[in-house]
Antibody, heavy 120, light 107 residues
């Protein structure tokens, strides 16, 4: 059974760096064709893809936020990470991580989401 | 970026009714179109991938079709648990993008 769970700071102030962790089980990020993606959703709004990291450590970012994003992984501990620098109130959202199957191009398992509020 | 236009934005419907949600891409996406369901508690569940392939465990009342720029999700007979938000996603080119969502509401 594949499970993912996001964790984060909950609340942070403008200009700080947001650090998110995705802890997963049921698959390995060293297995061919596996990836983890980050997606966010402001309250009452739609889904926005942020970044992917792949089994071979390839990384892809949404160009609209690329300069502020860093994705990484710890294969040994089954974790993926996302950092967003210089946050502001527009970054307030629920952040999801999801497993991606490269060949099928689908996010086939999602975490429950972590709520992040940026406020002074 | 490829824009995904999803219609309608909301849809009142009755139990047992057949409903169809549409998604139009701003350019051809070679059938790389996925559908997801989101419940009010935020839980997101994949339903269909590559236009018409049912994710494991998804009931057969869900189906997908389409080609080129136009795609659709059909629920043949609504059950109580189907009232939720639905999102399409194109995964043909990066950045992958989502439609704005369709809220399926009980009439």
């Amino acid at each position: 059974q594949v499970t993912l769970k996001e964790s984060g700071p909950g609340i942070l102030q403008p200009s700080q760096t947001l650090s998110l962790t995705c802890t997963f089980s049921g698959f390995s990020l060293s297995t061919y064709g596996m990836g983890v993606g980050w997606i966010r959703q402001p309250s009452g709004k739609g889904l926005e893809w942020l970044a992917n990291i792949w089994w071979d450590d390839d990384k892809y970012y949404n160009p609209s936020l690329k300069n502020r994003l860093t994705i990484s992984k710890d294969t040994s501990n089954n974790q993926a990470f996302l950092k967003i620098t210089n946050v502001d109130t527009a970054d307030t959202a629920t952040y999801y991580c999801a497993r991606i199957l490269e060949q099928l191009r689908v996010m086939d398992a999602w975490g429950q989401g972590a709520s992040v509020t940026v406020s002074s | 970026d490829i824009q995904m236009t999803q219609t309608p934005s909301s849809m009142p419907a009755s139990l047992g009714e057949r409903v169809t949600i549409s998604c139009r891409a701003s350019q051809g996406i070679s059938n790389y179109l996925n559908w997801y369901q989101q419940k009010p508690d935020g839980t997101i569940k994949p339903l269909i991938y590559y236009t018409s392939n049912l994710q494991s465990g998804v009931p057969s009342r869900f189906s997908g079709s389409g080609s080129g720029t136009d795609y659709s999700l059909t629920i043949s007979s609504l059950e109580p648990e189907d009232f939720a938000m639905y999102y399409c996603q194109q995964y043909d080119s990066s950045p992958n993008t989502f439609g704005a969502g369709t809220k399926l509401e009980l009439k």
